[in-house]
Nanobody
Framework: QVQLVESGGGLVQPGGSLRLSCAGS????????MGWYRQAPGKERDLVAT???????NYSDSVKGRFTISRDNAKNTVYLQMNSLRPEDTAVYYCNADVYVPTPGTGVRLINYWGQGTQVTVSS
Protein backbone atom coordinates (compact mmCIF):
# COMPACT_ATOMS: atom_id res chain seq x y z
CA GLN A 1 0.00 0.00 0.00
CA VAL A 2 1.16 3.54 -0.79
CA GLN A 3 0.33 6.75 1.05
CA LEU A 4 0.87 10.37 0.03
CA VAL A 5 0.88 12.74 3.00
CA GLU A 6 0.71 16.50 2.45
CA SER A 7 1.79 19.17 4.91
CA GLY A 8 2.41 22.91 4.99
CA GLY A 9 -1.02 24.38 4.38
CA GLY A 10 -2.52 27.15 6.48
CA LEU A 11 -3.74 30.72 6.61
CA VAL A 12 -1.66 33.45 4.99
CA GLN A 13 -2.21 37.09 4.07
CA PRO A 14 -2.34 38.20 0.43
CA GLY A 15 1.18 38.58 -0.91
CA GLY A 16 2.52 36.00 1.51
CA SER A 17 4.19 32.64 0.95
CA LEU A 18 3.66 29.01 1.88
CA ARG A 19 5.56 25.83 1.09
CA LEU A 20 3.67 22.57 0.68
CA SER A 21 5.29 19.16 0.95
CA CYS A 22 4.02 15.72 -0.05
CA ALA A 23 5.87 12.59 1.00
CA GLY A 24 5.19 9.15 -0.42
CA SER A 25 5.59 6.05 1.71
CA UNK A 26 4.91 2.34 1.45
CA UNK A 27 5.67 -0.19 -1.28
CA UNK A 28 7.23 2.25 -3.76
CA UNK A 29 9.63 1.09 -6.46
CA UNK A 30 9.77 4.48 -8.14
CA UNK A 31 7.58 7.50 -8.78
CA UNK A 32 7.08 8.94 -12.24
CA UNK A 33 5.08 12.18 -12.52
CA MET A 34 4.21 13.99 -9.28
CA GLY A 35 1.95 16.97 -9.11
CA TRP A 36 -0.28 19.36 -7.24
CA TYR A 37 -3.94 20.03 -7.92
CA ARG A 38 -6.38 22.29 -6.12
CA GLN A 39 -10.10 22.47 -5.56
CA ALA A 40 -11.93 25.59 -4.42
CA PRO A 41 -15.44 25.36 -2.92
CA GLY A 42 -18.02 24.68 -5.61
CA LYS A 43 -15.39 24.22 -8.32
CA GLU A 44 -13.70 21.33 -10.06
CA ARG A 45 -10.25 20.05 -9.12
CA ASP A 46 -7.71 21.80 -11.34
CA LEU A 47 -4.07 21.26 -12.20
CA VAL A 48 -1.55 23.52 -10.45
CA ALA A 49 1.77 22.01 -11.49
CA THR A 50 3.40 18.71 -12.39
CA UNK A 51 6.99 17.48 -12.46
CA UNK A 52 8.30 14.31 -14.08
CA UNK A 53 10.96 12.05 -12.65
CA UNK A 54 13.46 13.78 -14.94
CA UNK A 55 12.19 17.21 -13.77
CA UNK A 56 10.15 18.21 -16.80
CA UNK A 57 7.74 20.79 -15.35
CA ASN A 58 4.31 22.09 -16.31
CA TYR A 59 2.43 24.95 -14.61
CA SER A 60 -1.07 26.24 -14.99
CA ASP A 61 -1.15 29.76 -16.40
CA SER A 62 -2.67 31.10 -13.18
CA VAL A 63 0.40 30.24 -11.09
CA LYS A 64 3.28 30.75 -13.55
CA GLY A 65 5.92 33.05 -12.11
CA ARG A 66 4.54 32.74 -8.55
CA PHE A 67 4.70 29.01 -7.72
CA THR A 68 7.66 26.64 -8.01
CA ILE A 69 7.40 22.85 -8.00
CA SER A 70 10.36 20.63 -7.14
CA ARG A 71 11.01 17.08 -5.99
CA ASP A 72 13.48 14.92 -4.13
CA ASN A 73 13.47 11.48 -5.72
CA ALA A 74 15.51 9.94 -2.90
CA LYS A 75 12.82 10.99 -0.42
CA ASN A 76 9.81 10.35 -2.72
CA THR A 77 8.76 13.91 -1.95
CA VAL A 78 7.36 16.77 -4.01
CA TYR A 79 7.26 20.41 -2.92
CA LEU A 80 5.29 23.45 -3.96
CA GLN A 81 6.70 26.86 -3.07
CA MET A 82 3.90 29.40 -3.34
CA ASN A 83 4.78 33.09 -3.41
CA SER A 84 2.73 36.25 -3.99
CA LEU A 85 -0.37 34.41 -2.86
CA ARG A 86 -3.77 35.80 -3.81
CA PRO A 87 -7.24 35.24 -2.33
CA GLU A 88 -8.14 33.27 -5.48
CA ASP A 89 -5.44 30.73 -4.57
CA THR A 90 -7.61 29.66 -1.63
CA ALA A 91 -8.41 25.96 -2.06
CA VAL A 92 -7.69 22.47 -0.83
CA TYR A 93 -4.41 21.41 -2.41
CA TYR A 94 -3.97 17.75 -3.34
CA CYS A 95 -0.81 15.83 -4.12
CA ASN A 96 -0.89 13.30 -6.95
CA ALA A 97 1.63 10.72 -8.08
CA ASP A 98 2.07 7.90 -10.58
CA VAL A 99 3.78 5.15 -8.61
CA TYR A 100 5.38 1.89 -9.69
CA VAL A 101 4.51 -0.73 -7.07
CA PRO A 102 5.49 -4.39 -6.84
CA THR A 103 2.75 -6.94 -7.47
CA PRO A 104 2.82 -10.72 -7.23
CA GLY A 105 2.76 -12.48 -10.59
CA THR A 106 3.11 -9.55 -13.00
CA GLY A 107 5.91 -8.00 -10.98
CA VAL A 108 5.32 -4.27 -11.44
CA ARG A 109 2.26 -2.05 -11.82
CA LEU A 110 1.81 1.70 -12.34
CA ILE A 111 -0.90 3.13 -10.06
CA ASN A 112 -2.12 6.71 -9.60
CA TYR A 113 -2.49 7.93 -6.02
CA TRP A 114 -3.94 11.02 -4.33
CA GLY A 115 -3.11 12.58 -1.00
CA GLN A 116 -5.78 13.58 1.51
CA GLY A 117 -5.46 17.30 0.78
CA THR A 118 -4.29 20.33 2.74
CA GLN A 119 -6.19 23.60 3.10
CA VAL A 120 -4.62 26.84 1.90
CA THR A 121 -6.48 30.02 2.79
CA VAL A 122 -5.32 33.43 1.57
CA SER A 123 -7.12 36.19 3.43
CA SER A 124 -6.45 39.40 5.30
Amino acid sequence: QVQLVESGGGLVQPGGSLRLSCAGSGSILSIETMGWYRQAPGKERDLVATISRLSMINYSDSVKGRFTISRDNAKNTVYLQMNSLRPEDTAVYYCNADVYVPTPGTGVRLINYWGQGTQVTVSS
